[in-house]
């Protein structure tokens, strides 16, 4: 049976100016970095988290780099969390929201890729 998430792939142009924003930047750690064919299999840990993201673009899959990824990242403080990243100059599309359901956020990475930065 499947158990969960073990990483999620995020395309983008160029895997060195990637990998400085999303450690630098983002705080997050170095678990692989190796070469895939003409690529690297860059793969990095959130945390303490069980899911992991991957710099690859597989592919046939260029024209999806720079969209709405459909990936939601969460924190336990949302506007906090913005405040520290905006600082780092992290580019913000939407600054924190609250909703019924919680406060979100949705901000972009070097190749316009976005996320929602949201609460539990």
């Known amino acids: 049976m499947i158990k969960g998430v073990k990483f999620i792939s995020i395309p983008v142009r160029d895997q060195e100016k990637s ?6 930047q983002l705080g997050f750690s170095i678990e692989t970095d190796q070469k895939f064919g003409d690529q690297r299999w860059i ?31 969460w924190t336990n403080d949302v506007e906090k969390t ?15 929201r609250k909703e019924s359901w919680g406060t979100s956020a949705i901000f972009k990475d070097i190749d316009g890729n976005q996320f929602v ?3 539990r």
């Open 19 to 24: 990998l400085r924003f999303y450690t630098e």
């Open 43 to 73: 793969e990095l840990g959130i945390g303490d988290a069980e899911t992991g993201v991957v710099l690859f673009t597989a592919p046939g899959q260029e024209s999806r780099i720079g969209s709405f990824q459909g990936i939601s990242f």
């Open 117 to 119: 930065l949201s609460s």
């Open 82 to 96: 913005y405040s520290e990243l905006h600082a780092k100059g992290v580019e913000f599309v939407q600054p924190p």
